[in-house]
């Protein structure tokens, strides 16, 4: 299992991590298997996304405000229900097949963390590469 940290800048921000899950499946010197990518967060996730237009990016961001805004009144205790809501929305974590010691994607495809509830000084992603 390889983890790897970062800061996040604002309060919900899309990233792209395919590049650093790309690494670390190398590097495990797997060659066929399946790669599980997780954030122990409950007010981010981990998901697959399209990863050419940054427009759409937005447009995701917008789209879950429009469907869980953080204007509305939640029964949470604490100022962030929005974000633990758009995070179970989105998922925790993404599965990826391995094959020739690569992770394969869709042609558009990319594994993004979806920050809710920043910005943060440290936010996790967990690795696991399984061979199968």
Known sequence: MK??????????????????VKEIVIKSGIKE??????????????????????????????SLSRVISNEESYSHVGDNAAAHLKSSRMG????IPVVDGRPIFGKWQGIFFGEFDGPRQEREVMVKVIAG
């Open 3 to 20: 983890t790897f940290k970062f800061p996040t800048s604002h309060k919900t921000q899309l990233m792209d991590i395919t590049a650093e």
């Open 92 to 95: 925790a974590s993404v599965s």
């Open 33 to 62: 298997g399946i790669c599980v990518v997780f954030t122990p967060h409950t007010t981010a996730s981990v998901f697959l996304f399209e990863n050419a237009d940054h427009n759409l990016r937005r447009d995701l961001l917008i």
